[in-house]
T-cell receptor, first 110, second 113 residues
């Protein structure tokens, strides 16, 4: 079954405490992306990756890092989280067109 | 870059009636237009898509139309049912776009019993 998995699904943390959200896909897609979803703003792309070791900034990259050491994994790293990064995060993978989303990670930074 | 506008932001219809959600895009090079449905607590799921060489596509109660000249596309849901209540997103992409989709801001569809 085609699947994108994310962990954790829910996370409450404090300002400045580094965290990583993992993402994995089983479709052998070259392309992967991270989005954040906020009320009234829709889905905004944070970072994307075109292949192993190839990443680029999306629309809202500030405060985030990513890495792509393996094709199936694309972790999102918040080195020093701040309250304005409280949001719902989605990982996605895609071929040339169809994009598949993970179930989401709800992050709260206090 | 691409910019996608979606209207309305909220749509309430009576069960059994039709619902129409409209999107416009800015990049004439965009050639793939998917629609996603997002239910509470879940990630967006692809429900229908259309490529730029096609004007209309149907799948049971849902259909999508595309007007390339005007750069707009629409989602049509007929005979709406309670399970259609969700947030719907349109999106656009240029073929092979590595940077992924550009999304509209979403429409909250409410089906009134």
């Amino acid at each position: 079954e085609a699947q994108v998995t994310q962990n954790p699904r829910y996370l409450i943390t404090v300002t400045g405490k580094k965290l990583t959200v993992t993402c994995s896909q089983n479709m052998n897609h070259e392309y992967m992306s991270w989005y954040r979803q906020d009320p009234g703003l829709g889905l905004r792309q944070i970072y994307y990756s075109m292949n192993v070791e190839v990443t680029d900034k999306g629309d809202v990259p500030e405060g985030y890092k990513v890495s792509r050491k393996e094709k199936r994994n694309f972790p999102l790293i918040l080195e020093s989280p701040s309250p304005n990064q409280t949001s719902l995060y989605f990982c996605a993978s895609h071929g040339a067109y169809e994009q598949y989303f993970g179930p989401g990670t709800r992050l709260t930074v206090t | 870059g691409e910019n996608v506008e979606q209207h309305p932001s909220t749509l309430s219809v009576q069960e059994g009636d039709s619902a129409v959600i409209k999107c416009t895009y800015s990049d004439s090079a965009s050639n793939y237009f998917p629609w996603y449905k997002q239910e509470l607590g879940k990630g967006p799921q692809l429900i229908i898509d259309i490529r730029s060489n096609v004007g209309e596509k149907k799948d049971q109660r849902i259909a999508v139309t595309l007007n390339k000249t005007a750069k707009h596309f629409s989602l049509h849901i007929t005979e709406t049912q309670p399970e259609d209540s969700a947030v719907y997103f349109c999106a656009a992409i240029s073929g092979g776009g590595a940077d992924g989709l550009t999304f509209g801001k979403g429409t909250h569809l409410i089906i009134q019993p």
